[in-house]
């Protein structure tokens, strides 16, 4: 393509010159309408309402970002400060990678720690292993696996690569689909909820931690003030071995040796004995009520506990992910250190191989079991952290080149393998306690609070140096622990901060010091004598149902109504490259994950039989609290629909369509991501077939210009092309009037064609 004059081409160089002139100067005495004509009205602001979204073209985002493409050459790098030569009134931002407001990640090492810091947490640890040996040992790994491939990695990776394309929080990131911006305040709510809980396990660390300065742990016997008569030290290996009971008086009785009475009260009397370690769980540290009924008074102890977490993560959340992303390097590292030195010492003690054949053993006939499936379903979905909003919020600091794809295979591959690791770890002490006991190994697996807070404890009071290896392990659950709540919290500081700019920068303290205070507050009514059950029921019902639901429509909505494949393109537009299988990811969203979260959903709805903890069933009145927490986050959806319909104009019908629609500001955020710097997109290059329709990319013009005034000799060859720079005298442009077009004019046999692109 060339340019019909060389007059023109001088002309043209010359208003260019003045204009960059007048952009680097600040020439305020230069000709206002040289630096118009060359589309000066083009702001990166919305479309006012009765403006015809761009989505009409069912293209997508990246593609319609072509279209309004600048004809002006800006390097690949960005331009550097205080040499941009686009003003505000291009929509053009002086920072290159990142908006300064929201800030981004030092290094890509922060945020891939980051992510796994918050997909590994205590669930990794005190769920997995149990899971595995109860649906079949090591057979159990191949649902897990497929689990993994064809429901978590494609949940994963869309909520990965949408945060990072559009550097929004989960709520703004629905710009892709105004209707359903409810699912981002959705994942909000169930971030309140888990960020509220959540610390309330870490009070319990500490509290741990803090009572193992001692030369003897205090649940390492029942001569404490908080025991009772049913506290009974397991020290009867030899009469359990040989099929005995201990008396109370300490005797040891076999069932040859007494009357079957006599027989049933010590069997009786043997079930309702309790552990030193579960007696100082219950007893003393949550002094538990009768029922969620009672909820009693706060324990002091605990409530310090929990403000000195929630002062953790103040802290470390002060500065941002400036100060969070330098502490994700202990959060995220430390764990595997402890899990290292816990296996060295698990290895040598007695029964560690028993403990690791019930761990593995496979039973292959589990696999025709659909509980296995669902469980392995299950963990999968929780344990990457899908829905809660942190992984929208954490991607959406990344740069805008980052390799997502790559991040999201680590992160879900690496989240995996340190659950099968810890397995090792946690077997390999239960069976060690099994061997100290004289029972099998099942009879001590455990799972949830009663693992890390009751039998590994008690496991660890057997050992040479016993504190030291209390201390270690509390650590490891406090630093796993504050790895996923650093990230929860700053999920809802972000969506606070996306819908209220103004609380950005310098007024971010006070923000997030009022989301904590907000979060401590809630928490004190499960640090009261019957918190447990409250906690209990917050854990139930917050973030499983809901969960799922929000992870079925989040999908679901990107698949179909923006649709997979302009999704995928978008991410090409992104990385460079289109995630690999492309087709495999593609009906990953559409179908595939979809129907195994619904599938999911149902079954856990179907086996839903009242929330219990212990032997304590919750009233009829506690469960449907439970079914209302779990709905609080998913009406958000049909309530944000309403308003947002409610608010547009025209039909309903109408009106539906539009929020159908992507917003027009979808779409990378840092504005030199907004144009595309001679890529090529075949879709839009297809659509322009059969039309007079000219479209120029910045390398081919560039390549134009360098042709016209080293190679004069061809211009008569080439079909005469002229540029006009101007705005239509008929166009009535408003300030909220959206980019501005350019008019290439085609001269063909005297007769103009004029498209505007």
């Given at each position: 393509?060339?340019?019909?004059?060389?007059?023109?081409?001088?002309?043209?160089?010359?208003?260019?010159?003045?204009?960059?002139?007048?952009?680097?100067?600040?020439?305020?005495?230069?000709?206002?309408?040289?630096?118009?004509?060359?589309?000066?009205?083009?702001?990166?602001?919305?479309?006012?309402?009765?403006?015809?979204?761009?989505?009409?073209?069912?293209?997508?985002?990246?593609?319609?970002?072509?279209?309004?493409?600048?004809?002006?050459?800006?390097?690949?790098?960005?331009?550097?400060?205080?040499?941009?030569?686009?003003?505000?009134?291009?929509?053009?931002?002086?920072?290159?990678?990142?908006?300064?407001?929201?800030?981004?990640?030092?290094?890509?090492?922060?945020?891939?720690?980051?992510?796994?810091?918050?997909?590994?947490?205590?669930?990794?640890?005190?769920r997995f292993p149990y899971l595995c040996y109860r649906n079949g040992g090591g057979a159990f790994l191949i649902p897990y696996i497929i689990s993994l491939a064809l429901m978590g990695l494609p949940v994963f990776l869309y909520e990965m690569s949408a945060g990072q394309f559009s550097s929004e929080g989960p709520?703004?990131?629905?710009?892709?689909?105004?209707?359903?911006?409810?699912?981002?305040?959705?994942?909000?709510?169930?971030?309140?909820?888990?960020?509220?809980?959540?610390?309330?396990?870490?009070?319990?660390?500490?509290?741990?931690?803090?009572?193992?300065?001692?030369?003897?742990?205090?649940?390492?016997?029942?001569?404490?003030?908080?025991?009772?008569?049913?506290?009974?030290?397991?020290?009867?290996?030899?009469?359990?071995?040989?099929?005995?009971?201990?008396?109370?008086?300490?005797?040891?009785?076999?069932?040859?040796?007494?009357?079957?009475?006599?027989?049933?009260?010590?069997?009786?009397?043997?079930?309702?004995?309790?552990?030193?370690?579960?007696?100082?769980?219950?007893?003393?540290?949550?002094?538990?009520?009768?029922?969620?009924?009672?909820?009693?008074?706060?324990?002091?102890?605990?409530?310090?506990?929990?403000?000195?977490?929630?002062?953790?993560?103040?802290?470390?959340?002060?500065?941002?992910?400036?100060?969070?992303?330098?502490?994700?390097?202990?959060?995220?590292?430390?764990?595997?250190?402890?899990?290292?030195?816990?296996?060295?010492?698990?290895?040598?003690?007695?029964?560690?191989?028993?403990?690791?054949?019930?761990?593995?053993?496979?039973?292959?006939?589990?696999?025709?079991?659909?509980?296995?499936?669902?469980?392995?379903?299950?963990?999968?979905?929780?344990?990457?952290?899908?829905?809660?909003?942190?992984?929208?919020?954490?991607?959406?600091?990344?740069?805008?080149?980052?390799?997502?794809?790559?991040?999201?295979?680590?992160?879900?591959?690496?989240?995996?393998?340190?659950?099968?690791?810890?397995?090792?770890?946690?077997?390999?002490?239960?069976?060690?306690?099994?061997?100290e006991l004289g029972v099998k190994v099942e009879e001590v697996a455990d799972e949830g609070a009663g693992l890390a807070f009751i039998a590994y404890p008690e496991a660890v009071s057997r050992m040479p140096i016993s504190p030291l290896w209390s201390i270690l392990f509390f650590l490891m659950l406090v630093s796993?622990?504050?790895?996923?709540?650093?990230?929860?919290?700053?999920?809802?500081?972000?969506?606070?901060?996306?819908?209220?700019?103004?609380?950005?920068?310098?007024?971010?303290?006070?923000?997030?010091?009022?989301?904590?205070?907000?979060?401590?507050?809630?928490?004190?009514?499960?640090?009261?004598?019957?918190?447990?059950?409250?906690?209990?029921?917050?854990?139930?019902?917050?973030?499983?149902?809901?969960?799922?639901?929000?992870?079925?429509?989040?999908?679901?909505?990107?698949?179909?109504?923006?649709?997979?494949?302009?999704?995928?393109?978008?991410?090409?537009?992104?990385?460079?490259?289109?995630?690999?299988?492309?087709?495999?990811?593609?009906?990953?969203?559409?179908?595939?994950?979809?129907?195994?979260?619904?599938?999911?959903?149902?079954?856990?709805?179907?086996?839903?039989?009242?929330?219990?903890?212990?032997?304590?069933?919750?009233?009829?009145?506690?469960?449907?609290?439970?079914?209302?927490?779990?709905?609080?986050?998913?009406?958000?959806?049909?309530?944000?629909?309403?308003?947002?319909?409610?608010?547009?104009?025209?039909?309903?019908?109408?009106?539906?369509?539009?929020?159908?629609?992507?917003?027009?500001?979808?779409?990378?955020?840092?504005?030199?991501?907004?144009?595309?710097?001679?890529?090529?997109?075949?879709?839009?290059?297809?659509?322009?077939?059969?039309?007079?329709?000219?479209?120029?990319?910045?390398?081919?013009?560039?390549?134009?210009?360098?042709?016209?005034?080293?190679?004069?000799?061809?211009?008569?060859?080439?079909?005469?092309?002229?540029?006009?720079?101007?705005?239509?005298?008929?166009?009535?442009?408003?300030?909220?009037?959206?980019?501005?077009?350019?008019?290439?004019?085609?001269?063909?046999?005297?007769?103009?064609?004029?498209?505007?692109?």
């Amino acid at each position: 393509m060339v340019l019909e004059h060389s007059e023109s081409v001088k002309n043209k160089t010359k208003r260019l010159k003045n204009y960059v002139s007048s952009r680097v100067f600040k020439d305020e005495h230069t000709n206002q309408e040289e630096s118009l004509s060359f589309d000066g009205r083009a702001k990166r602001t919305r479309h006012n309402e009765e403006s015809k979204p761009f989505s009409e073209n069912n293209a997508s985002s990246a593609q319609l970002l072509k279209e309004q493409s600048f004809l002006l050459d800006v390097p690949d790098e960005g331009i550097r400060k205080n040499e941009s030569f686009l003003s505000e009134e291009f929509g053009f931002s002086e920072v290159s990678d990142e908006d300064s407001g929201r800030g981004s990640w030092d290094s890509p090492i922060e945020f891939l720690l980051s992510c796994l810091s918050f997909a590994v947490g205590l669930g990794n640890i005190w769920r997995f292993p149990y899971l595995c040996y109860r649906n079949g040992g090591g057979a159990f790994l191949i649902p897990y696996i497929i689990s993994l491939a064809l429901m978590g990695l494609p949940v994963f990776l869309y909520e990965m690569s949408a945060g990072q394309f559009s550097s929004e929080g989960p709520v703004a990131v629905w710009k892709i689909c105004p209707l359903f911006q409810g699912i981002g305040y959705g994942m909000c709510c169930i971030s309140l909820y888990i960020g509220t809980y959540y610390n309330i396990i870490l009070a319990w660390a500490f509290f741990y931690i803090f009572s193992s300065f001692t030369s003897e742990l205090p649940w390492s016997s029942c001569d404490n003030e908080w025991n009772t008569l049913a506290c009974r030290k397991f020290n009867d290996l030899n009469c359990t071995g040989h099929g005995g009971l201990v008396t109370k008086n300490g005797s040891c009785v076999r069932e040859e040796d007494c009357n079957p009475e006599l027989w049933k009260n010590l069997t009786k009397y043997s079930n309702d004995t309790k552990m030193p370690s579960d007696e100082f769980f219950h007893n003393y540290m949550l002094d538990m009520s009768k029922g969620i009924h009672d909820i009693g008074s706060i324990r002091i102890e605990l409530a310090l506990c929990l403000l000195l977490a929630w002062f953790i993560v103040y802290c470390a959340l002060w500065k941002g992910i400036k100060s969070f992303g330098k502490l994700v390097y202990f959060t995220a590292l430390f764990p595997y250190v402890i899990l290292i030195i816990l296996l060295i010492r698990a290895a040598t003690l007695p029964g560690y191989i028993d403990g690791i054949k019930f761990y593995l053993t496979p039973k292959w006939e589990k696999l025709s079991e659909i509980q296995v499936w669902a469980d392995a379903c299950i963990q999968i979905f929780f344990s990457l952290g899908v829905t809660w909003g942190g992984m929208v919020t954490l991607a959406s600091y990344n740069k805008f080149r980052n390799n997502v794809f790559r991040d999201a295979l680590l992160v879900g591959v690496g989240n995996c393998v340190t659950s099968f690791f810890a397995g090792f770890v946690i077997f390999g002490i239960i069976g060690f306690m099994a061997n100290e006991l004289g029972v099998k190994v099942e009879e001590v697996a455990d799972e949830g609070a009663g693992l890390a807070f009751i039998a590994y404890p008690e496991a660890v009071s057997r050992m040479p140096i016993s504190p030291l290896w209390s201390i270690l392990f509390f650590l490891m659950l406090v630093s796993l622990g504050f790895g996923t709540q650093f990230s929860t919290t700053e999920t809802v500081v972000t969506i606070i901060q996306d819908q209220f700019p103004e609380l950005r920068g310098k007024n971010r303290r006070w923000c997030l010091l009022g989301v904590c205070l907000f979060m401590y507050c809630a928490g004190l009514l499960m640090i009261t004598e019957g918190g447990m059950y409250v906690l209990q029921l917050v854990d139930n019902h917050s973030a499983t149902y809901s969960a799922l639901i929000l992870g079925c429509m989040e999908v679901s909505v990107m698949a179909w109504c923006y649709g997979a494949d302009k999704y995928l393109e978008d991410i090409k537009f992104m990385l460079g490259f289109y995630p690999y299988p492309k087709f495999f990811w593609k009906w990953a969203w559409k179908i595939i994950s979809p129907s195994i979260v619904v599938f999911i959903l149902f079954l856990t709805a179907t086996n839903y039989e009242g929330n219990r903890y212990g032997g304590y069933e919750f009233p009829t009145w506690a469960n449907a609290i439970g079914w209302m927490i779990t709905f609080s986050s998913v009406m958000f959806i049909p309530i944000v629909g309403f308003i947002k319909i409610a608010n547009e104009k025209g039909t309903i019908s109408a009106r539906i369509c539009k929020l159908l629609q992507p917003s027009f500001d979808w779409g990378p955020a840092s504005p030199m991501h907004r144009r595309l710097n001679g890529v090529e997109y075949s879709k839009t290059r297809d659509q322009m077939e059969g039309s007079n329709m000219t479209l120029t990319t910045v390398s081919s013009m560039s390549n134009t210009q360098s042709n016209t005034q080293d190679n004069r000799e061809g211009m008569p060859a080439l079909a005469p092309l002229h540029e006009v720079f101007e705005e239509s005298e008929n166009d009535d442009y408003s300030e909220d009037d959206g980019l501005n077009m350019k008019a290439i004019v085609s001269v063909t046999e005297g007769k103009k064609n004029v498209k505007k692109l």
